[in-house]
């Protein structure tokens, strides 16, 4: 795939592949999406295995479907700059948390290709739309959006104009209302939309917040921290190492008990901060993350005299690692265990060849989330949001049913799509 836009070699099995939208396709609540018909055919490629994909403007590649997953899969791998965020494993653990059926779109552009990891949610889910027929569209939770399959730096104008057409014609002949997407805010893709894309035809580019992460390439080996941090911060890691102890799972403690420690840990604290049930996943969530991430994940537990008392959950590609989950008792966070498993994470990355470890978002406040990420040290970046309305008149429809419906509280603003606020 590198280097070639409209040729693209993927795993298959090199026989012709036809199916519509309907088998692929299969939200929760059983509601099919307009019937669209795709291939995928055979042609040469490095081994028996190997198949292209039929230039056209779109293909849809399901993630539970094994050659369809296989295919999406090699596409990543052979991405100039992948995250594990746009891998179809990733997407399996977010449809097994109940939040859609979990698809790649694959759009070609005049000179370039983009896969998009989408989660489908029937619009008649919705508790004042029973009976709608059709969709929306998000990018799975974290940071993905639209990955490039070639090498090119910055698509053009013109390609970005066209990938953008293509997803609003899409979105139309699928049924999909409307579609959020997550831009990853290392591969900039705002800069790609710029403000004359990302306001115009129904789609809205919006900043969302402030992203941190560490850079590997200045690891600290002398006294193996992170380069750069404030010194409160190093303050709170030398106090931590003097009180705590890290293990890994596989290395120290089994992948399944480190897991069901972290999920003690971190639903303690989701339920201490008054979180919303979203960030509450489900057993088979775990059970999908053992299956389909262990290759990309690493999760660290901080002890106190043998007690638990922090737990984070890395996820790891290439080049980037994630620190994507965690949670940590008082006592935990009086000792300093947040800073310690950070430590350790950056440290577990930079051994797997990563050179960023991303620490995600925070509100820009002075004093909590924000002000403790940014004391790492390392560089920010933004996070932003494309707001796509594809059926304008359905999406007002559906905004005025919701503003009409009192059994659910008070719509917020700022929140895309309306109709879910």
């Known amino acids: 795939m590198r280097g070639s836009a409209s040729n693209a070699s993927v795993v298959g099995c090199g026989t012709s592949l036809t199916r519509s939208i309907h088998e692929s396709v299969r939200p929760h609540g059983g509601h099919h999406c307009q019937q669209w018909t795709r291939s995928v055919g055979s042609g040469a490629g490095k081994s028996d295995s190997t198949m292209a994909v039929v230039a056209s403007k779109f293909q849809v590649l399901s993630a539970t479907h094994q050659r369809e997953s296989s295919i999406w899969n090699e596409l990543v791998d052979q991405a100039p700059m992948p995250d594990v965020y746009y891998r179809p494993g990733y997407a399996r653990t977010i449809e097994a948390a109940g939040h859609g059926k979990a698809i790649a779109l694959l759009i070609n552009g005049p000179n370039t290709q983009v896969l998009m990891p989408l989660l489908l949610r029937p619009l008649s889910d919705l508790p004042f739309a029973a009976g709608e027929t059709g969709f929306d569209a998000i990018t799975p939770y974290g940071y993905g959006g639209l990955l490039p399959l070639s090498e090119i730096q910055r698509p053009s104008a013109t390609e970005v104009h066209a990938i953008l057409d293509a ?48 850079d590997l390439t200045r690891w600290d080996r002398e006294h193996q921290r992170i380069a750069g941090m404030r010194t409160d911060r190093r303050s709170s890691l030398n106090r931590a190492r003097c009180c705590l102890e890290v293990t890994w799972s596989e290395r120290d403690v089994s992948l399944a008990e480190s897991l069901s420690v972290f999920r003690d840990i971190y639903e303690q604290r989701m339920a201490q901060l008054n979180a919303n049930s979203y960030y509450f996943f489900p057993t088979r969530y775990y059970l999908s993350v053992v299956a389909n991430l262990t290759d990309h994940l690493g999760v660290a537990l901080a002890w106190r005299d043998g007690r638990p008392v922090a737990a984070s959950l890395f996820l790891a590609e290439r080049q980037f690692a ?98 879910r606020a």
């Open 167 to 214: 997803l609003r014609q899409w979105c139309l002949e699928t049924g999909v209302a409307s579609c959020l997407i997550r831009l990853h805010p290392f591969l900039f893709q705002d800069h790609w939309v710029g403000p004359e894309e990302g306001c115009s035809q129904g789609r809205v580019l919006s900043c969302r917040a402030v992203t941190f992460a560490v």
């Open 322 to 419: 994630n620190y994507h989950l965690s949670g940590s008792t008082d006592e935990g966070r009086r000792s300093g265990a947040p800073t310690l498993l950070i430590n350790a994470g950056a440290e577990w990355a930079s051994e797997r060849g990563c050179r960023l470890l991303h620490l995600g978002g925070a509100a820009n406040d002075a004093h909590g989330l924000y002000n403790f990420k940014s004391s790492f040290g390392g560089p920010t970046y933004h996070y932003y949001t494309l707001d796509v309305i594809a059926d304008e008149p359905k999406y007002q429809g559906l905004t005025e049913e919701r503003t009409k419906f009192q059994l659910l509280p008070l719509m917020r603003d700022g929140f895309f799509p309306r109709y």
